[in-house]
């Protein structure tokens, strides 16, 4: 079963603009991951947060963490044709093995 | 490009046939965990394989096996298709205990089952 939502489940922006998407999940993790897919095809790892985190900063990428409200954000900022993809949070229990349970995604579609 | 491969990349089967699906990890992981991701959907856990045994189970049913080389390749094998199965099957690969974000996907094999 999925871990969670992703909100939006489809997102269209202009190229430049700030690109904001949401996770949700269900249980306690150890850490929340998001991913990139091109087209169906393999997943990229695109960045990392703890859950003693709350804010983590890579290039364009800007993820927070709220363990309370049990969700995630990840904000992309000056987007670009190439940012087109599909986005997806991960979470990894506490003695799961590090077992990805992967949310819903939301479909970017960046307009040129 | 990550070093994990997968083969083959697209695959035809019918209902109530058997299918293998193979992973080759990258070089130094000994970690293989198999996903199944429906059209539409973020990808489920099938199982993980350590040192060629398996390492934990997601929900699924006993039809879905599978094997891990010494090599650390691996297979997934797949009994008494069902047009449900249609999906896109991905593998990753890490090495034990260091942290999730060193896993790498495959490509992936993308399966139909008419």
């Known amino acids: 079963s999925q871990q969670g939502e992703e909100d939006p489940q489809a997102l269209s922006i202009q190229e430049g603009e700030n690109a904001t998407m949401n996770c949700s999940y269900k249980t306690s993790i150890n850490n929340l991951q998001w991913y990139r897919q091109n087209s169906g095809r393999g997943l990229v790892h695109l960045i990392l947060?703890?859950?003693?985190?709350r804010e983590k900063h890579s290039g364009r990428l800007r993820v927070t963490l709220d363990t309370s409200k049990k969700s995630s954000s990840l904000l992309i900022t000056a987007s670009r044709a190439a940012d087109t993809a599909s986005y997806f949070c991960?979470?990894?229990?506490?003695?799961?093995?590090?077992?990805?349970?992967f949310g819903t995604g939301t479909r970017l579609t960046i307009i040129p | 490009e990550t070093g994990v491969t997968q083969s083959p990349t697209h695959l035809i089967k019918t209902r109530g046939q058997q299918v293998t699906l193979r992973c080759s990890s990258q070089s130094g992981h000994n970690t293989v965990s198999w996903y199944q991701q429906a059209l539409g959907q973020g990808p489920q856990f099938i199982f993980q394989?350590?040192?060629?045994?398996?390492?934990g189970r997601g929900n699924f049913p006993p039809r879905f096996s599978g094997l891990q080389f010494p090599n650390y390749s691996s297979e997934l094998n797949v009994n008494a298709l069902e047009l449900d199965d249609s999906a896109l099957y991905l593998c990753a690969s890490r090495q034990q205990w260091t942290g999730p974000e060193t896993q790498y996907f495959g490509p992936g094999t993308r399966l139909l089952v008419l």
């Open positions: 947060i703890r859950s003693n985190e």
């Open positions: 394989y350590y040192r060629e045994e398996e390492n």
């Open positions: 991960a979470t990894d229990a506490p003695f799961g093995n590090e077992k990805l349970t």
